[in-house]
């Protein structure tokens, strides 16, 4: 089993930045990267970046250039950094890690959320 826990959300003005953080305990060697979903009211939960424990990255097109995840991996830790927030980046977001099988990034373990509000 992993533990993820996050952190760092918050209500911000449209063009602020936060940085959610969060941290992996458990049985890390049984995965292979880290990521970030998000949920918003009425939509389904999407995937906003992934980073692989060797260090590829995936984002999402709607947040490229203005988001940027990375990972400590001494810190079993990833990051999200948000930068030129905007009020349809509201959402609930949520950690997530897992394997790779059979050519798929499988998100197996999720942390408990944490809201980002993005005021206009």
């Known amino acids: 089993q992993v533990q993820l826990v996050e952190s760092g959300g918050g209500l911000v003005q449209a063009g602020g930045s936060l940085r959610l953080s969060c941290a992996a305990s458990?049985?890390?060697?049984?995965?292979?990267?880290m990521g970030w979903y998000r949920q918003a009211p009425g939509k389904q939960r999407e995937l906003v970046a992934r980073v692989t424990n060797g260090g590829r990255t995936n984002t999402a097109d709607s947040v490229k250039g203005r988001f940027t995840i990375s990972r400590d991996n001494a810190k079993n830790t990833v990051y999200l950094q948000m930068n030129s927030l905007k009020p349809e980046d509201t959402a609930v977001y949520y950690c997530s890690a897992g394997p790779y099988w059979s050519g798929t990034y499988v998100a197996r373990y999720w942390g408990q959320g944490t809201q980002v509000t993005v005021s206009s």
């Open positions: 458990g049985s890390i060697g049984s995965i292979n990267h």
